[in-house]
């Protein structure tokens, strides 16, 4: 004998069926319905259940979307049956409130629509096993960095994490490490390319042959540690040049200074025009969302990779911000913590890969040893 339908106490219009045979987290499963008046008449649906990952605030906005239709007059689409909450309808509604708090998301949809969707397509979340993850986390590395395909997890994971505490999905996060045996990609940040001077001035020189434009880029990026996607960011009223500071929206969409030298300066001014206008566009307008293909024919055209399999050891345009901080640690005029501000880095950890690079001075210190033991009594 089926259970009566429930009102729920928190939300017009959303019923629920209490199950007493299935189980879902502990608990006996639910099954949600919402119900509206059309023309006169009394209108039903089941929006699902509760170990689909349907909430009761889920069925709620499902009931908004269908009253809407009705009051324009409309006829709206009636399922017998919820189709269950999906990685992509998810990931709609995080990105959604990510923009709407003021945060940047470009970067997150162009991963999402690269390399999320195609894969999953309209996988309902409880479907994610770790046998799933395993096969997307292989397919990732064989495409990008592990430090890349790590971010792309953790936004993810952040997605799902957002979207329980909303109450828009019930189950569990499948992309938990502490409730499942997926392990997250490994970094591995030793050995990272940099230029010598000679090959940076040839980069440079082949770049101008082929666009200025994007050996204009390369420069600011050489000359400041800038990512790609900071200076595709940059527009002209980002540039103080009474200060010769940069503010940008760093990684993680945070607004951060950067320093300018005499040489960048002039190289971004050029491009200055009206205030909310970016800097560097593309040929028919519009923000840039990847580097040119030119720049990596410029790198094959000097042979840098030449013979080199290992990507982290490749040349390509994140090279020269690795440049960039490798050349000011080995001048040994700036230490571990000037280098971290440099590079914008959260914690020092991230810093601490181009710590070999900064000369060792041991034994000067033990020289220090020496001049107390020899120096005159007072």
Request: contains cysteine; proline residues 4%.
């Amino acid at each position: 004998m089926k259970q009566e339908r429930q009102k729920s106490k928190k939300f017009q219009g959303v019923y629920y069926r209490i199950s007493a045979e299935h189980k879902h987290l502990g608990k006996p499963d639910r099954t949600f319905w919402i119900t509206w008046t059309q023309n006169g008449e009394k209108k039903w649906e089941n929006v699902g259940k509760a170990s689909n990952g349907v909430t009761e605030e889920y069925s709620y906005q499902r009931r908004v979307e269908i009253l809407s239709k009705v009051h324009a007059g409309e006829t709206p689409d009636i399922r017998s049956r919820r189709k269950k909450i999906t990685l992509e309808g998810i990931m709609r509604a995080y990105l959604t409130w990510k923009e709407a708090d003021g945060k940047r998301v470009d970067s997150d949809k162009s991963r999402h629509e690269k390399h999320v969707k195609p894969f999953f397509g309209d996988m309902p979340v409880q479907n994610i096993t770790p046998e799933t993850l395993d096969r997307f986390k292989a397919a990732m590395l064989a495409c990008q960095s592990p430090a890349s395909t790590k971010k792309l997890f953790t936004t993810l994971r952040a997605a799902i994490n957002f979207a329980i505490k909303r109450d828009i999905y019930a189950g569990k996060n499948p992309i938990s490490t502490q409730a499942s045996t997926f392990t997250l990609p490994r970094e591995d940040n030793k050995g990272e390319r940099f230029l010598t001077e000679s090959q940076a001035k040839a980069l440079l020189t082949e770049l101008a042959l082929r666009s200025q434009h994007l050996h204009d880029m390369a420069f600011v990026a050489l000359h400041t540690g800038m990512r790609a996607t900071e200076i595709f960011g940059l527009r002209s009223a980002d540039i103080d040049a009474s200060n010769k500071v940069a503010n940008i929206f760093g990684k993680g969409g945070h607004r951060e200074p950067v320093l300018l030298s005499d040489d960048v300066l002039p190289v971004l001014l050029k491009y200055r025009t009206v205030p909310d206008a970016l800097l560097f566009q593309k040929r028919g307008g519009g923000r840039h969302w990847a580097i040119s293909k030119a720049f990596q024919r410029a790198v094959d055209s000097l042979g840098l990779n030449t013979g080199i399999t290992d990507k982290r050891h490749k040349v390509w345009f994140h090279t020269l911000r690795h440049t960039f901080a490798s050349w000011l640690a080995q001048s040994g005029e700036v230490g571990l913590h000037e280098l971290m501000k440099h590079l914008r880095h959260k914690n020092i950890e991230m810093t601490l890969r181009y710590a070999h690079l900064i000369p060792d001075r041991q034994r000067e210190h033990l020289a220090i040893i020496s001049r107390v033991m020899n120096a005159p009594d007072p």
